[in-house]
């Protein structure tokens, strides 16, 4: 257990990092909250048509279509294919801050809006539920669309790190009725299961329980560094984020072992091809690491996957070297992933993860020498060293926070001038930052919103809004709420 064991943080023997650094106390000024509201509907079904950019590791591109179909309802498009902006745009670059949507949920991760309804928002608990916010609530629905017993689900206090962790929608839906969970389930250091579930019959509201096909398994020898954050890239393909297993300084030694799906970012095509997969989430080491062996499980590997036929890899890596990639997102206009990736005992590092690069751990932490005294550490930001481990974006040390949350890129035409920046959070310090960059440097915008709570997760909608989600409440002590806020410019 660690300081910031809710989100696999920094440091110490069990994975976190011990007091130093940390001054998180419950203290700190509280956001003024107002709630947000938005409705928008046409009389038309049309297609929200958009591409997006995936930069692979030899620096060639594609473009992907993403287009979806929209619905009829609240947030469907115009008949020009694009989502009408549903706020006044604020010129110039306001001050910012988080405009409260709503309160009473239980460790709130993840908070998605419908793929063609954006004011529907589902958020995801990690104990274990999934609830629909409609347009105009404040407050969690007691109804769940849909529920799960996960490890930690009638947690009391923060400090787990296991649950109901990642969430996602098939790239079709609704038309295609299928959800996605990444979580824990019941048991000693239970694996992170990715399944698939779909809405009951005629029932847009709930998911069928009895659904589920369990896609694939990362083990774990320790309860902590889940990973667990769950995505569909412009690809149409399920990126899956795992951690390097537990405990601390990389025990299982995942991080530099490309055989195994611990301490990566997978990424799967969910439909079966009738081939066993079997994947090795790390190698016994008795008596400290011993990972289950399951499967065999049904998905399709990629043909593009950066390490597919090369010996020695697991072919499901896109890329790796992540000591804890606790959450991470797609840019909807590039398609760049931005990981927040949560450091050992000193430093928290951004990167944009690129198929078949490694990001240092566990040789590295940040761009600093962890358990390789010999490396390099003369990388710029975004460069590889000498051992071809890529430096991150932006580091920060833990004299200024001790677990990062990560978050989403702004995309929303409320405040054009806010376009492209990535706000992430921090577990610890309680707050929310942003940074932009280039493609040669990083503009750090230092403090933009301090919550006061738990930064433990984030979310965005079709509308291209970011939010964050946090807790009240103080680390290994008891949580009184849960809230989702959404970044909004002070008016």
């Known amino acids: 257990m660690t300081l910031c064991a809710l989100v696999g943080a920094c440091g110490g023997g069990g994975g976190g990092s011990g007091s130093e650094g940390s001054s998180s106390t419950g203290e700190g000024t509280s956001t003024t909250a107002t709630t947000a509201s938005t409705t928008v509907s046409t009389t038309e079904s049309t297609t929200v048509s958009t591409t997006a950019t995936t930069t692979s590791a030899d620096g060639s591109s594609t473009t992907t279509d993403t287009s979806a179909d929209s619905s009829s309802s609240g947030g469907s498009t115009t008949d020009t294919g694009v989502l009408p902006c549903p706020y006044d745009p604020v010129d110039g670059e306001p001050a910012y801050a988080l405009q409260l949507v709503a309160n009473g949920f239980d460790r709130p991760v993840l908070a998605l809006g419908h793929p063609t309804e954006p004011d529907r928002l589902f958020v995801v608990e990690q104990g274990g539920a999934i609830r629909i916010l409609e347009p105009g609530d404040t407050v969690a629905p007691a109804d769940a669309f849909l529920e799960l017993t996960v490890n930690c689900g009638n947690a009391t206090t923060i400090g787990c790190e296991q649950g109901l962790l990642g969430f996602a929608f098939h790239p079709d839906f609704p038309e295609d009725p299928r959800v996605y969970v990444a979580y824990s389930p019941p048991g000693v250091n239970p694996p992170t299961r990715v399944s698939e579930f779909t809405l009951a019959d005629g029932d847009p509201d709930h998911a069928d329980p009895a659904s589920e096909r369990v896609i694939i398994e990362a083990g774990k020898p320790f309860g902590n560094h889940n990973g667990g954050m ?181 995309r929303s035409c409320e405040v054009p001038a806010w376009q492209g920046t990535y706000i992430y959070g921090d577990f610890c310090n309680m707050e929310v930052h942003g940074l932009r960059w280039d493609g040669n440097a990083a503009e750090d915008l230092g403090l933009l919103v301090d919550t006061g709570e738990l930064v433990v997760g984030t979310g965005w909608n079709a509308y291209g809004d970011v939010f964050v989600t946090t807790v009240d409440g103080v680390v290994f002590g008891p949580f009184t709420d849960g809230l989702v806020y959404r970044l909004a410019p002070t008016r």
């Open 230 to 410: 769950i995505a569909f890239g412009p690809d149409r393909l399920l990126y899956f984020g795992t951690g390097d297993g537990g405990d601390g300084f990389d025990t299982a030694q995942t991080g530099l072992d490309p055989s195994v799906i611990l301490a990566k970012i997978l990424r799967i095509d969910v439909e079966p091809d009738g081939t066993p997969d079997n994947p090795i989430a790390c190698y016994d080491n008795p008596p400290d690491v011993s990972c289950p062996d399951l499967g065999p499980f049904d998905y399709t590997i990629p043909a593009d996957n950066p390490f597919v036929d090369v010996d020695g890899f697991a072919p499901e890596i896109w890329a790796w070297g992540f000591r804890n990639p606790w959450r991470f997102s797609f840019d909807p206009q590039t398609g760049d992933l931005w990981v927040g990736d949560v450091g050992q005992d000193e430093w928290e590092e951004i990167d944009i993860a690129v198929a078949g690069r490694h990001y240092g751990w566990s040789a590295m932490e940040g761009n600093h020498c962890e358990n390789d005294p010999g490396c390099d550490e003369s990388a710029a930001p975004g460069q590889p060293n000498a051992d071809m481990q890529y430096a991150p974006l932006f580091e920060y040390h833990h004299s200024g926070g001790c677990s990062i949350t990560g978050g989403g890129v702004y």
